[in-house]
């Protein structure tokens, strides 16, 4: 007997529905789109189509592991527990605690839910994530400008005449910031109706390929181009504003300094490019800037990402349909914010601030290594591989080794489990309920879709499970965590003016609640008292209603909104935040820079998910390989055959060259998540490949959010064999 369920794939951004088949044995037969949901309609990926084969991965661990020196065994759940509370037990302070939270947290109710509380229960300040290894600027950018770091506007995919991307390849990664199912359908379809796209990369990508036009740019010099871009709305009296700011002028000012001649000589973007992508984005009827990952983790990765916004402010496109809009999303609860600060504290070090309550992953071994009050010496990583993730992670993986005690929550035994002392695995993707409570704040239609879990549980906890009771052995309160949180809102709700249930009692409304569990009914309570909720009476959504709509719902086009959206203290879009004009001046001290001789970026590969799919037989092999892309002028002139050395300040990798004109002569690009050498994970560790992060660089942030920049390392590169002094 076979059974035909659905559930929004959790693997990237674009959360596609997908239609999978079960045999009797709960195993997955078959993976395709979901033509109902009304949302991805239908479209999937080879990783989407691959759900089965890595939920049922041989090598994903089904049990504890707890780890006696070199040697793993499996343990039961009470004593693996058990071993993590005394290790907990010998920490003498929680200031030594620190925590990592890795990517796949903002794809689970886990990580969405239990992780924050766990944080607090653990009552340090050292906690890190993979955001300052990739978004951090743009929340820095949206705290400053709008009043909060989640405010992030998207590009209106669907109705814009002109798109000018920089930094993204969503041909490849479907999308990241901008919750697009089928990006690349989206994008074919902006050009049939006549739009222009404009993508801006060193590398002639798959998504340059589809545009309009292709513009080669200098690796780490986007917020350079980005100015010379403002520079020409000004000088041509282009810029029409639609809202009121404050900071025009700051920003005018500034702006000069970045004439056209000026940027193409740093960006390698000619002038009358500049000149032009000004004038295009001025005329067309709507249009969006949007720029991600390339141009986030850079040098100037903050500057980059607010003049993005100041682009979209300026040419009139902020909150307008066909411009730069803000989501709506079904949980937002719209409780008065207080407007963004950061920087509250810095990290003990080096002194790097706080952004979003979180310390920059590029000195999380400075914290490990270095002695004193507050060193971090037990750690807890939740669904992160740090070392082959992090900025020169070959070092985080000499410091884990030296930690007193480590925890993984992790499905496996990988490069950065392998230094814990306890492994708790979550279950099977199957076994955990879905919904995307961070990504659908950056979607491009507003739509909510709730997946129940697809098969009980067995002996294992779900994840949500496993974060709770490590919130209860962190804070030595018995009792149910889910409950606190949800008298907490309600708390907070009964007491906000218009939250459709001020003054009502907070014991009667909880229950009221529907859900199985307790992630179900905060789900539910958060959708009831969301933008259209039934209780805060502009709809009628609740769990109940989201489990009738297997397929998902949708709650319309995005629609302007920024009154809503902005809790600056003035009240106005800040448009020169003092943080930002202050880092001006350190971009000004680099205009007439020359660039290093070779630098390196990365790259995605379809198939692959940063560091964790390579054990998945189908997607590996073929086109999806750990290669150096290289243009050939540079093969000829460095003398390369085969495989090539590249080094850094930091390390050196034996690779082989991949030559191609689609980089830019000077350019090296080598896709990060590889190294699988001797790895647990038996059909990575075939496919071993190096890792991008044995060459980056740790010392180098963006100043601003203390983001680690992979993107224009400076590295020279020679032929095997060949001893050069370095
Ligand atoms: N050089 C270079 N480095 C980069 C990047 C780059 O472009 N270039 N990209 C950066 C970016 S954007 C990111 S987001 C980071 C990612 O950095 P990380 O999040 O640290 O790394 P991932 O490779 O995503 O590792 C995810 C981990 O979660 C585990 N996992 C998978 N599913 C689950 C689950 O459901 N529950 C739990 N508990 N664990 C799970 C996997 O086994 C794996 O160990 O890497 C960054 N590093
Ligand atoms: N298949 C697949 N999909 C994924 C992932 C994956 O690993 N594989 N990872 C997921 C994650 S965690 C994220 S954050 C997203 C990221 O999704 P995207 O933001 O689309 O990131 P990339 O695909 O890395 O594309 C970044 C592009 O920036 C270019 N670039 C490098 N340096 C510069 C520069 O200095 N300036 C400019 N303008 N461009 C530059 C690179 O050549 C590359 O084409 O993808 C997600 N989706
Ligand atoms: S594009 Fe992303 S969400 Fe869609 S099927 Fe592929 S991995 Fe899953
Ligand atoms: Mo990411």
Same mark, same amino acid.
């Given at each position: 007997?076979?059974?035909?369920?659905?559930?929004?794939?959790?693997?990237?951004?674009?959360?596609?529905?997908?239609?999978?088949?079960?045999?009797?044995?709960?195993?997955?037969?078959?993976?395709?789109?979901?033509?109902?949901?009304?949302?991805?309609?239908?479209?999937?990926?080879?990783?989407?189509?691959?759900?089965?084969?890595?939920?049922?991965?041989?090598?994903?661990?089904?049990?504890?592991?707890?780890?006696?020196?070199?040697?793993?065994?499996?343990?039961?759940?009470?004593?693996?527990?058990?071993? @993590?509370?005394?290790?907990?037990?010998?920490?003498?302070?929680?200031?030594? *605690?620190?925590?990592?939270?890795?990517?796949?947290?903002? #794809?689970?109710?886990?990580?969405?839910?239990?992780?924050?509380?766990?944080?607090?229960?653990?009552?340090?300040?050292?906690?890190?994530?993979?955001?300052?290894?990739?978004?951090?600027?743009?929340?820095?950018? =949206?705290?400053?400008?709008?009043?909060?770091? &989640?405010?992030?506007?998207?590009?209106?995919?669907?109705? !814009?005449?002109?798109?000018?991307? +920089?930094?993204?390849?969503?041909?490849?990664?479907?999308?990241?910031?901008?919750?697009?199912?089928?990006?690349?359908?989206?994008?074919?379809?902006?050009?049939?109706?006549?739009?222009?796209?404009?993508?801006?990369?060193?590398?002639?990508?798959?998504?340059?390929?589809?545009?309009?036009?292709?513009?080669?740019?200098?690796?780490?010099?986007?917020?350079?181009?980005?100015?010379? +871009?403002?520079?020409?709305?000004?000088?041509e009296d282009l810029a029409r504003p639609r809202h009121e700011v404050n900071g025009l002028a700051e920003v005018r000012e500034a702006a000069k300094h970045f004439p056209p001649e000026v940027v193409a000589r740093r960006t390698g973007v000619p002038a009358e490019v500049v000149t032009r992508l000004a004038r295009e984005l001025a005329a067309a009827r709507t249009a969006a800037v949007y720029a991600r990952m390339g141009t986030c983790t850079a040098e100037f990765g903050t500057l980059a990402q607010w003049l993005v916004d100041v682009l979209n402010v300026l040419t009139g496109n902020l909150d307008r349909p066909g411009g730069a809009m803000?989501?709506?999303?079904?949980?937002?609860?719209?409780?008065?914010?207080?407007?963004?600060? &950061?920087?509250?504290?810095?990290?003990?070090?080096?002194?790097?601030?706080?952004?979003?309550?979180?310390?920059?992953?590029?000195?999380?071994?400075?914290?490990?290594?270095?002695?004193?009050?507050?060193?971090?010496?037990?750690?807890?990583?939740?669904?992160?591989?740090?070392?082959?993730?992090?900025?020169?992670?070959?070092?985080?993986?000499?410091?884990?080794?030296?930690?007193?005690?480590? @925890? =993984?929550?992790?499905?496996?035994?990988?490069?950065?489990?392998?230094?814990?002392?306890?492994?708790?695995?979550?279950?099977?993707?199957? $076994? =955990?309920?879905?919904?995307?409570?961070?990504?659908?704040?950056?979607?491009?239609?507003?739509?909510?879709?709730?997946?129940?879990?697809?098969?009980?549980?067995?002996?294992?906890?779900?994840?949500?499970?496993?974060?709770?009771?490590?919130?209860?052995?962190?804070?030595?309160?018995?009792?149910?965590?889910?409950?606190?949180?949800?008298?907490?809102?309600?708390?907070?709700?009964?007491?906000?003016?218009?939250?459709?249930?001020?003054?009502?009692?907070?014991?009667?409304?909880?229950?009221?609640?529907?859900?199985?569990?307790?992630?179900?009914?905060?789900?539910?309570?958060?959708?009831? +008292?969301?933008?259209?909720?039934?209780?805060?009476?502009?709809?009628?959504?609740?769990?109940?209603?989201?489990?009738?709509?297997?397929?998902?719902?949708?709650?319309?086009?995005?629609?302007?909104?920024?009154?809503?959206?902005? !809790?600056?203290?003035?009240?106005?879009?800040?448009?020169?935040?003092?943080?930002?004009?202050?880092? *001006?001046?350190? +971009?000004?001290?680099?205009?007439?820079?020359?660039?290093?001789? &070779?630098?390196?970026?990365?790259?995605?590969?379809?198939?692959?998910?940063?560091?964790?799919?390579?054990? *998945?037989?189908?997607?590996?092999?073929?086109?999806?390989?750990?290669?150096?892309?290289?243009?050939?002028?540079?093969?000829?002139?460095?003398?390369?055959?085969? /495989?090539?050395?590249?080094?850094?300040?930091?390390? /050196? *990798?034996?690779?082989?060259?991949?030559?191609?004109?689609?980089?830019?002569?000077?350019?090296?690009?080598?896709?990060?998540?590889?190294?699988?050498?001797?790895?647990? $994970?038996? @059909?990575?560790?075939? #496919?071993?490949? @190096?890792?991008?992060?044995?060459?980056?660089?740790?010392?180098?942030?963006?100043?601003?959010?203390?983001?680690?920049?992979?993107?224009?390392?400076p590295v020279t590169i020679s032929p095997t064999g060949v001893i050069t002094a370095h």
């Amino acid at each position: 007997m076979t059974s035909t369920v659905h559930r929004t794939c959790p693997l990237c951004e674009a959360v596609c529905g997908l239609t999978l088949t079960l045999d009797a044995g709960g195993h997955v037969t078959s993976v395709r789109g979901d033509k109902d949901d009304p949302f991805s309609k239908g479209f999937i990926c080879p990783k989407g189509a691959s759900l089965g084969r890595l939920d049922e991965d041989p090598d994903r661990l089904r049990k504890p592991l707890i780890r006696e020196g070199d040697l793993w065994r499996e343990a039961g759940w009470d004593e693996a527990f058990a071993a @993590v509370r005394a290790g907990l037990d010998r920490v003498a302070d929680r200031a030594s *605690v620190g925590v990592y939270l890795g990517n796949p947290n903002a #794809h689970t109710m886990a990580g969405a839910l239990y992780a924050r509380p766990l944080i607090r229960a653990l009552g340090t300040r050292n906690v890190f994530s993979a955001s300052t290894a990739d978004q951090m600027p743009k929340h820095v950018a =949206s705290g400053l400008m709008f009043g909060h770091p &989640m405010a992030v506007p998207v590009p209106d995919l669907d109705r !814009t005449d002109h798109l000018l991307m +920089l930094g993204a390849n969503p041909l490849e990664s479907n999308g990241s910031l901008c919750t697009a199912p089928d990006f690349p359908g989206r994008l074919k379809a902006l050009r049939r109706r006549g739009g222009r796209l404009v993508v801006v990369d060193p590398r002639r990508t798959r998504t340059a390929a589809l545009a309009d036009e292709h513009v080669f740019i200098r690796p780490g010099t986007d917020a350079y181009l980005l100015f010379g +871009l403002v520079h020409t709305l000004f000088a041509e009296d282009l810029a029409r504003p639609r809202h009121e700011v404050n900071g025009l002028a700051e920003v005018r000012e500034a702006a000069k300094h970045f004439p056209p001649e000026v940027v193409a000589r740093r960006t390698g973007v000619p002038a009358e490019v500049v000149t032009r992508l000004a004038r295009e984005l001025a005329a067309a009827r709507t249009a969006a800037v949007y720029a991600r990952m390339g141009t986030c983790t850079a040098e100037f990765g903050t500057l980059a990402q607010w003049l993005v916004d100041v682009l979209n402010v300026l040419t009139g496109n902020l909150d307008r349909p066909g411009g730069a809009m803000f989501a709506k999303p079904a949980t937002e609860f719209a409780a008065r914010r207080r407007p963004y600060t &950061m920087g509250r504290w810095k990290s003990r070090v080096r002194g790097l601030p706080e952004a979003n309550g979180e310390l920059p992953v590029a000195t999380l071994a400075d914290e490990i290594e270095t002695p004193g009050a507050g060193q971090i010496r037990f750690l807890l990583t939740i669904a992160g591989n740090p070392v082959l993730s992090a900025p020169h992670g070959d070092r985080l993986d000499a410091a884990f080794r030296g930690l007193d005690f480590m @925890v =993984s929550v992790d499905p496996y035994l990988n490069e950065t489990t392998r230094h814990a002392n306890v492994i708790l695995p979550p279950p099977r993707v199957l $076994q =955990s309920g879905h919904y995307d409570f961070t990504l659908l704040g950056f979607a491009v239609r507003n739509y909510a879709r709730y997946s129940p879990p697809l098969l009980p549980l067995d002996e294992r906890p779900s994840e949500a499970q496993i974060l709770a009771r490590l919130t209860m052995i962190a804070s030595g309160r018995e009792g149910d965590p889910d409950a606190f949180v949800i008298d907490d809102l309600l708390d907070k709700a009964t007491r906000t003016p218009g939250s459709g249930v001020e003054g009502r009692d907070v014991a009667e409304l909880r229950d009221l609640l529907d859900g199985e569990t307790g992630g179900e009914r905060r789900l539910d309570l958060m959708l009831r +008292l969301g933008p259209y909720g039934e209780w805060a009476g502009k709809g009628d959504l609740s769990l109940r209603k989201l489990l009738d709509h297997p397929h998902g719902l949708d709650l319309g086009p995005l629609e302007p909104r920024l009154d809503e959206v902005l !809790t600056t203290a003035s009240g106005l879009i800040e448009l020169a935040p003092p943080q930002l004009m202050e880092d *001006v001046e350190r +971009l000004l001290g680099k205009l007439a820079e020359e660039p290093p001789e &070779m630098v390196l970026i990365g790259r995605r590969h379809l198939r692959s998910n940063n560091s964790w799919m390579h054990n *998945v037989g189908p997607l590996v092999g073929g086109s999806n390989a750990c290669t150096l892309q290289i243009h050939p002028a540079d093969v000829a002139r460095l003398g390369l055959a085969g /495989q090539a050395v590249v080094r850094s300040a930091k390390g /050196q *990798v034996t690779v082989p060259i991949e030559a191609t004109d689609t980089i830019m002569p000077g350019v090296v690009s080598l896709p990060h998540g590889w190294g699988h050498a001797g790895s647990a $994970q038996s @059909v990575a560790a075939e #496919h071993a490949g @190096v890792s991008a992060n044995a060459l980056t660089d740790e010392s180098a942030v963006d100043i601003p959010s203390g983001n680690a920049v992979f993107n224009g390392v400076p590295v020279t590169i020679s032929p095997t064999g060949v001893i050069t002094a370095h």
